[in-house]
């Protein structure tokens, strides 16, 4: 099936051109009626004839916008046949507009082309009409031929460069206004995410103890067993709800915690610790702590939070899927990396874990490392016995602040 020809939209002046035309004509053909002229001594030729460049320049102001560069050629050719009858200021004038008309909206070059040449005509113009006659009057020529065609070019340049700048800094604005939409969105992006999580970390590790315990105590059923994990998911129960509780009044319009509460650091693995083991009661594991790093030693804030929720993180993951055994958290700093080691009992057979874990953890960490350009690695290594270990391994860049500067 054969395509049909598109058709080209029926050619339709601006309505202001359609004016400009139409009241110039007029003008024109009043001027003429009356019998002003623009100019005497042309009797070769009858007076109608002057009607015709002003007919051909008011059609062409039709077109001054939509043609702008073919209107000017035809309008030079009018306004030079001008100059053999008795003339008419009404075709001068529009000539003058079209010369505007074709730097306004004509091409780039055309616009940077138009004004050299109108000015090169204006001063060869001069030259002659002064050489010729060798008289001051015939100065006044080439202001006559300036005025109709170089400053017509020269306003038409100085609109344009207008426009132009104002079309730049309309857009520079709508860019910046769409970046700064941008920095928005990946700002509220950010801080949901920190926010997530800030609250995985804070609570899932109370959640995952409840969870345990909860467990333990259905499966066995003696009143020790009962006593012992009721116990549990009452403190964790109480600690998660003060932390809710506390990250609600962060998070409110407006709100700030009377008593903002310190970012936890490495001098609190060993409560962190301690906590674990109380939750471990059950599970035959046994946590223990081998911190390397030199005494003294202070490293950035975010350094010390990130490490201390990474540790929290694969402590409540070992809870969760860890074997009987031991847990390692090993803390060692050398060439400005604190470099935090996680390892836990590995049973690749184990039935399943003893809470549930959407894997939000392990999110939370790589994050975490990736704010501080740091490494992080985790999985299944060879034990030192040849038994299995599931193994956190993160790299933080941390370079010491106790080192004093040189005065």
């Known amino acids: 099936m054969g ?21 110039s004509w007029l003008g024109g ?21 002057t009607l015709l460049p002003l007919t051909l320049l008011a059609a062409l102001e039709l077109i001054r916008r939509s043609s702008p560069q073919l209107a000017l050629v035809l ?48 001063l060869i113009t001069t030259i002659g009409f002064v050489a010729w006659f060798r008289t001051a009057e015939a100065l006044l020529f080439g202001l006559i031929v300036a005025a109709v065609s170089f400053a017509p070019a020269l306003t038409g340049v100085t609109l344009r460069n207008h426009r132009q700048a104002a079309d730049a800094a309309r857009l520079r604005a709508e860019q ?70 506390r990250l609600i009044g962060l998070l409110r319009a407006g709100g700030e915690s009377e008593e903002p509460a310190a970012a936890p650091t490495l001098d609190g693995l060993d409560a962190l610790l301690a906590q674990s083991r109380a939750f471990a009661a059950d599970t035959g594991l046994a946590f223990a702590l081998d911190d390397a790093r030199p005494p003294g030693l202070k490293l950035p804030t975010p350094v010390e939070l990130a490490a201390y ?11 969760k899927h860890a ?16 470099t935090v ?24 960490m790589e994050e975490r490392v990736a ?24 790299e933080l860049p941390a370079e010491d602040n106790s080192k004093e500067l040189p005065i």
């Open 75 to 122: 309008a030079t050719l009018g306004v030079v046949a001008d100059q053999f009858t008795r003339g008419n200021l009404a075709t001068v004038i529009m000539f003058a507009d079209i010369v505007y008309a074709a730097v306004v909206y004509g091409t780039p070059s055309a616009a940077r082309r138009i004004p050299i040449t109108t000015g090169m005509i204006t």
């Open 176 to 245: 910046t206004a769409l970046l700064a939409e941008i920095d928005h969105n990946q700002a509220v992006l950010a801080e949901r995410t920190r926010m997530a999580r800030e609250l995985h970390d804070m609570v899932a590790n109370h959640l995952s103890a409840i969870a345990i315990h909860s467990t333990a105590a259905l499966s066995i059923d003696t009143p020790e067993t009962s006593s012992r994990a009721l116990a549990v998911i009452r403190e964790n129960s109480v600690q998660g709800l003060a932390e809710m509780r």
């Open 309 to 319: 929720r990474i540790v929290q993180e694969s402590l409540t993951n070992a809870l």
């Open 323 to 338: 074997s009987p055994g031991p847990v390692t958290v090993a803390l060692t700093h050398a060439d400005d990396t604190l």
């Open 29 to 49: 053909l009043l001027l003429w009626l009356l019998g002003l002229y623009s100019q005497g001594n042309r009797d070769l030729l009858p007076v109608w004839v």
């Open 371 to 394: 704010l501080l350009h740091g490494v992080l690695a985790t999985g299944p290594v060879p034990g030192p016995d040849g038994t299995k270990t599931w193994q956190v391994r993160a």
């Open 341 to 364: 080691t996680v390892t836990s009992p590995y049973d690749g057979d184990r039935a399943g874990p003893r809470a549930p874990g959407s894997g939000a953890g392990l999110v939370g």
């Open 3 to 23: 395509g049909v020809p598109l058709r080209r939209p029926p050619f339709r002046p601006h309505r202001d051109d359609v004016l400009l035309a139409v009241c």
